[in-house]
C-alpha cells in the first residue's frame, strides 16, 4: 500500500467552478500535510499546509483535513486556467524528516 | 529576499560516472532537503542538512552522499551512476527543519 495516494487524474473542470482534488494516507502518526502545485516542467510550489483537523481557508484554496479517516483534500473554489498544474499531496510524521509526497493529480481547467 | 537556486540546469552523464550537483538555500533559512522526481511520480526523499550535519536520509543507497557548507549552501553527490538515476533532482529549504520549504527549480539529469 503506497503510503500517500491520489487520483492520478486527469481532473477536467470548466472555468469558474470548484475543483476537488483527495489524497488519503496510510500512517495515523502523520502530523503535517502540505499541499504544492506543480507547472509541467517546474518545480513544486507551496500552496498550504494544514495541520488541524478542519478546514483552512486562503484566498480560493480551502484545505481541509480528517484524520480520523486519513484524508486531506484541497478545493479550488473559481477555478482558472492557469489553475491547470499537478497537485501534489505531501505528508510529514512530528519528528520524522521524511516528507511522503503522494504522484499527484493533474488538474485542467478549461476556459 | 533570493530564493532557492541550483546548478546545472541540465546534465548528461553516461552510466558508471559520477556527478554533483549544487543548491544555494534561500536567505536566512539553515535546512536543505534533497528529492528525486522520476517522470510522472512526486518527488522522493533522499537526505536533509540542517546546520552542516546530515539530519535524516530516505530509502537511497550509501552512492547518494551530501554536505552542507557553513553558508548552507549543499551539495549532492551520486556516484556510480545508474540508468535510474535518470531524473529532476531538487533541493528545497527551510528554516530549522520545519516542512514549509521552499524548492529550487531543479537539475534535470540524464544518464546514458
Known amino acids: 500500500q503506497k503510503e500517500v495516494e491520489q487520483n492520478s487524474g486527469p481532473l477536467s473542470v470548466p472555468e469558474g467552478a470548484i475543483a476537488s482534488l483527495n489524497c488519503t494516507y496510510s500512517d495515523r502518526g502523520s502530523q503535517s500535510f502540505f499541499w504544492y502545485r506543480q507547472y509541467s516542467g517546474k518545480s513544486p510550489e507551496l500552496i498550504m499546509f494544514?495541520?488541524?483537523?478542519g478546514d483552512k481557508e486562503d484566498g480560493r484554496f480551502t484545505a481541509q483535513l480528517n484524520k480520523a479517516s486519513q484524508y486531506v483534500s484541497l478545493l479550488i473554489r473559481d477555478s482558472q486556467p492557469s489553475d491547470s498544474a499537478t497537485y501534489l499531496c505531501a505528508v510529514n510524521m512530528e519528528g520524522d524528516n521524511d516528507m511522503r509526497f503522494g504522484a499527484g493529480t493533474r488538474l485542467t481547467v478549461k476556459p | 529576499e533570493t530564493g532557492v537556486t541550483q546548478s546545472p540546469t541540465h546534465l548528461i552523464k553516461t552510466r558508471g560516472q559520477q556527478v554533483t550537483l549544487r543548491c544555494s538555500s534561500q536567505s536566512g533559512h539553515n535546512t536543505v532537503s534533497w528529492y528525486q522526481q522520476a517522470l510522472g511520480q512526486g518527488p522522493q526523499f533522499i537526505f536533509q542538512y540542517y546546520r552542516e550535519e546530515e539530519n535524516g536520509r530516505g530509502n537511497f543507497p550509501p552512492r547518494f552522499s551530501g554536505l552542507q557548507f557553513p553558508n548552507y549552501s549543499s551539495e549532492l553527490n551520486v556516484n556510480a551512476l545508474e540508468l535510474d538515476d535518470s531524473a529532476l533532482y531538487l533541493c528545497?529549504?527551510?528554516?530549522?527543519?520545519?516542512?514549509?520549504?521552499?524548492f529550487g527549480p531543479g537539475t534535470r539529469l540524464t544518464v546514458l
Open positions: 528545497a529549504s527551510s528554516l530549522d527543519r520545519t516542512y514549509e520549504q521552499f
Open positions: 494544514i495541520y488541524s483537523n
